[in-house]
């Protein structure tokens, strides 16, 4: 199973429920989970990861919610209509 790689540019919310999906049919661990996570990070993501504070993690969980709340700027949202005509 290829979980892919991941490098802040696009839906984390999304990135993040599709990995976490995929590890859990495979491990069954949050410890290993939580390292086993990291190694799909790339570019800005895996830069990110790197500075973190040692031990400023405390588990999968925090990792999930530290990494949407560094990337929520990079989620699409679909326009509507009314925001295009909106436009001048």
């Not at 925090?62 to 005509?85: G, H, M, Y």
Request: hydrophobic share 35%.
């Amino acid at each position: 199973m290829s979980l892919g790689n991941y490098d802040g540019l696009t839906n984390q919310k999304e990135y993040v429920q599709n990995i976490r999906i995929s590890l859990e049919l495979i491990i069954q661990d949050y410890d290993s989970m939580c390292k086993i996570f990291p190694s799909t990070f790339r570019g800005s993501m895996h830069a990110w990861y790197n500075n973190l504070e040692p031990n400023s993690i405390e588990g999968l969980n925090d990792l999930c919610v530290k990494l949407v709340a560094r990337f929520s700027t990079n989620i699409t949202t679909k326009k509507t209509s009314i925001e295009l005509f909106s436009v001048a």
